[in-house]
């Protein structure tokens, strides 16, 4: 097995995948100057050929320029040819996609920061998640900030054009066992997904579509149209990785999916399904939710994940593994069945904690929000 695959297992569920391997290539960049400045070349982001020095640190906290908050890029490289100084924000995302409002937050904290020639901010993703500059940059006005999106394909291609080493094979290897050596080719696996996807979508359909969505919608009291949630778990499914019913509660900024969790970090996972509740980075009454969360966790058994990290989506969830059903004669009445056990959770915790802002938005409070 692959050094860095068999490190990372040994901590798995301590160590994000993102995590793991930001300070990898941290650490690679760090030491190997020319091979930071030919990547910085190779992508575009500073095509300068006289740095003589170069500083890579991770997790280096910056407080936001207007709200005060710490944020912490996950690589920060600062450059200088011996008269100036250049400087780069790396946000890397593998597993996951892009935080509340990160990148207009790093953007802005970059456009504060003076003493520089010139000021980068690049996303690099496993995934395809495009972004806007007027997205990035909604906050800021003629700012000499520069943003570029990349992907990590081309990382790993880039790697492939360096001499060799032991260290370049353990990287490109772990980045092909995460599907980050994918390129603009269909692999093998992705035309056996595309050609099993319609039949798998009909099983998934009659999960979501027939009985599940009533009692969504009784336990939740939101009641909408069933192209309107069709037409949304294909949006969620685009954007988020999972093809779920949901809905938005508006007071306390509080979001429910319901189905089908798709997305893994690794091919060999196999994807969840479930229930979760989460709450917005900036709910005016995250503090009180959050507490309220614990409090469920522990009376109900449910799971919890990021109620103390402040500035990130945080929730409780009821799932399990598809894996779990494998075994069952009837695959889509067992699933069903644990879905609508969630819901009989759910419905019990609402009664328990009637405090909690559970109101469903109506036509006009609808918002667009950005899921973890």
Same mark, same amino acid.
């Given at each position: 097995m692959a050094l860095f695959k068999q490190l990372l297992k040994l901590h798995k569920g301590n160590v994000p995948l993102e995590d793991f391997?930001?300070?990898?290539?941290?650490?690679?960049?760090?030491?190997?100057?020319?091979?930071?400045?030919?990547?910085?070349?190779?992508?575009h982001v500073l095509e300068s050929s006289n740095y003589v020095e170069a500083c890579v640190v991770t997790q280096k906290t910056y407080k936001h320029p207007v709200t005060g908050d710490e944020k912490r890029p996950d690589i920060v490289i600062e450059l200088s040819n011996?008269?100036?100084?250049?400087?780069?924000?790396i946000e890397?995302?593998?597993?996951?996609?892009?935080?509340?409002? !990160? $990148?207009?937050?790093?953007?802005?904290?970059?456009?504060? %920061? /003076?003493?520089?020639?010139?000021?980068?901010?690049?996303? @690099? +993703?496993?995934?395809?998640?495009?972004?806007?500059?007027?997205?990035?940059?909604?906050?800021?006005?003629?700012?000499?900030?520069?943003?570029? !999106? $990349?992907?990590?394909?081309?990382?790993?291609?880039?790697? %492939? /054009?360096?001499?060799?080493?032991?260290?370049?094979?353990? @990287? +490109?290897?772990?980045?092909?066992?995460?599907?980050?050596a994918q390129n603009n080719q269909f692999s093998s696996s992705n035309i056996l997904a595309l050609a099993n996807f319609p039949?798998?979508?009909?099983?998934?359909?009659?999960?979501?579509?027939?009985?599940?969505?009533?009692?969504?919608?009784?336990?939740?009291?939101?009641?909408?149209?069933?192209?309107?949630?069709?037409?949304e778990a294909f949006m969620r499914m685009r954007q988020y990785g999972h093809y779920t019913m949901g809905n938005w509660m508006p007071q306390g900024k509080m979001a429910s999916n319901l189905g089908f969790f798709l997305k893994t970090t690794d091919i060999s996972e196999y994807p969840i399904l479930g229930l979760e509740i989460l709450v917005a980075p900036n709910s005016p009454t995250r503090v009180e939710i959050t507490k309220k969360m614990k409090e469920i966790c522990i009376q109900y058994n449910w799971k919890s994940y990021n109620l103390d990290v402040p500035g990130v989506w945080s929730g409780i969830s009821w799932k399990k593994s598809i894996r779990d059903f494998l075994a069952t004669e009837d695959h889509v009445a067992s699933i069903e069945n644990f879905l609508l056990e969630s819901l009989d959770e759910w419905r019990t915790i609402r009664q328990s904690y009637p405090e909690l802002p559970w109101v469903a938005a109506s036509d006009n409070d609808i918002e667009s929000v950005q899921e973890p």
């Open positions: 391997f930001t300070e990898i290539v941290a650490y690679v960049l760090c030491e190997n100057k020319d091979l930071l400045f030919s990547w910085l070349n190779y992508s011996g008269e100036s100084y250049d400087l780069v924000f890397s995302k593998i597993g996951s996609s892009e935080g509340y409002n !990160q $990148l207009p937050d790093y953007a802005e904290i970059l456009d504060s %920061l /003076t003493g520089y020639r010139y000021k980068h901010l690049v996303y @690099i +993703t496993r995934n395809f998640e495009p972004k806007t500059e007027s997205y990035v940059f909604q906050n800021i006005s003629q700012s000499d900030v520069k943003f570029q !999106q $990349l992907r990590w394909h081309q990382f790993y291609q880039f790697l %492939l /054009t360096q001499p060799d080493s032991e260290l370049k094979q353990e @990287i +490109t290897t772990f980045m092909k066992e995460y599907q980050m039949s798998a979508l009909e099983l998934m359909d009659q999960v979501m579509w027939e009985r599940l969505v009533h009692e969504f919608e009784k336990v939740s009291e939101d009641r909408r149209s069933l192209a309107y949630r069709k037409r």
